[in-house]
């Protein structure tokens, strides 16, 4: 059983598309992190949430307490975007999804 | 240093053989994380120290898995008598605070390679 799941695995987009990855778990949290990981490289935090929105340039989270539930948003998306994007939560311990892998074309 | 270092970078070990990764967290940082990624997997979590102080060992796969930070800043993660199933990337990270929701800065990883 996997306390985080994300969708979809693997994303493939045009230059320029709107990119949405998802990201479910199944716990009482107090926070959940957007992490992104290049090929090879580390990994970066992109956002922390635990109510409502955020925004940071093109790149926006959403979060949803009640339906465990949450989005992150990529507008414009470039081919520097491509990496794997983590959702990870923290309730009681942490708990990591397996990424989603983002491809853009130019 | 301006982030986080892990050393070594990669590591190939023999079957049974000893290891020790190190993290250097950024200076001032109070919470170190350790953490296992498998290749295609996300990162699991192994231990967790404020300051010099293990609070969290849960995520530790075996008693053959050992953490310290002994002055509160360098971490070293030892695995003994390692196993192919110990092959992954090590991952440490550091964040300023005490709470598990603070912004979390990661190191590049150490690929451990287990023959």
């Known amino acids: 059983k996997n306390e985080v799941e994300q969708s979809p695995q693997n994303l493939t987009a045009q230059e320029g598309e709107f990119i949405t990855i998802n990201c479910s778990y199944s716990v009482g949290i107090s926070a959940l992190h957007w992490l992104q990981q290049h090929p090879g490289g580390g990994i970066v935090s992109l956002f922390m949430l635990s109510s409502g929105k955020k925004k940071h340039g093109r790149l926006i989270a959403t979060i949803n307490i009640q339906e465990k539930h949450s989005s992150l948003h990529i507008t414009a998306s470039h081919p520097r975007d491509s990496a794997v994007y983590i959702c990870?939560?923290?309730?009681?311990?942490?708990?990591f999804g397996t990424g989603t892998s983002l491809t853009v074309i130019p | 240093g301006a982030g986080v270092s892990q050393s070594p970078r990669y590591k190939v070990a023999k079957r049974g053989q000893d290891v020790a990764l190190r993290c250097d967290p950024i200076?001032?940082?109070?919470?170190l994380f350790w953490y296992q990624q498998a290749l295609g997997q996300g990162p699991e979590f192994l231990t967790y120290?404020?300051?010099?102080?293990?609070?969290?060992k849960s995520g530790l796969p075996s008693d053959r898995f050992f953490a310290e930070r002994p002055e509160g800043s360098v971490s070293t993660l030892k695995i003994q008598r390692t196993q192919q199933e110990d092959s992954a990337v090590y991952l440490c990270a550091s964040s300023i605070g005490t709470s598990w929701a603070d912004t979390q800065y990661f190191g590049p990883g150490t690929r451990l390679t287990v023959l």
């Open positions: 120290f404020q300051n010099e102080a293990q609070l969290d």
């Open positions: 990870a939560i923290f309730g009681n311990q942490f708990y």
């Open positions: 200076s001032g940082h109070v919470s």
